[in-house]
């Protein structure tokens, strides 16, 4: 069993960044892969980008690569989510999840999951 918690969520204008945090507690957290998710309104729970065990293996979904870098300290039990160039497109609450292995980009390849941080962008 694996607990997780985001953070960081919040209104930034157009353009800005912000760095989301999930902080895992329970299992050993090295030994699952990491994701990012995010729902808006109305929509599908959809994959924004994943971590392997070690940090070595990062994917992202085509919309936010090169603005969105996913990242994690096993020391500290966190992964990481730096968003730069935040468009109004981004709004969602923004989901952290885990699993044993990268299985794919669905929900449904995730065994764990926090409760989410709101992320609005204005235009």
């Known amino acids: 069993q694996v607990q997780l918690v985001e953070s960081g969520g919040g209104l930034v204008q157009a353009g800005g960044s912000l760095r989301l945090s999930c902080a895992a507690s329970?299992?050993?957290?090295?030994?699952?892969?990491m994701a990012w998710f995010r729902q808006a309104p109305g929509k599908e729970r959809d994959f924004v980008a994943a971590i392997g065990k070690s940090g070595g293996s990062t994917y992202y979904t085509d919309s936010v690569k090169g603005r969105f870098t996913i990242s994690r300290d096993n020391a500290r039990n966190t992964v990481y989510l730096q968003m730069n160039s935040l468009k109004p497109e981004d709004t969602a609450v923004y989901y952290c999840a885990a699993a044993p292995t990268i299985r794919g980009w669905g929900s449904e390849d995730y065994n764990y999951w926090g409760q989410g941080t709101q992320v609005t962008v204005s235009s």
């Open positions: 329970g299992r050993t957290f090295s030994m699952y892969a």
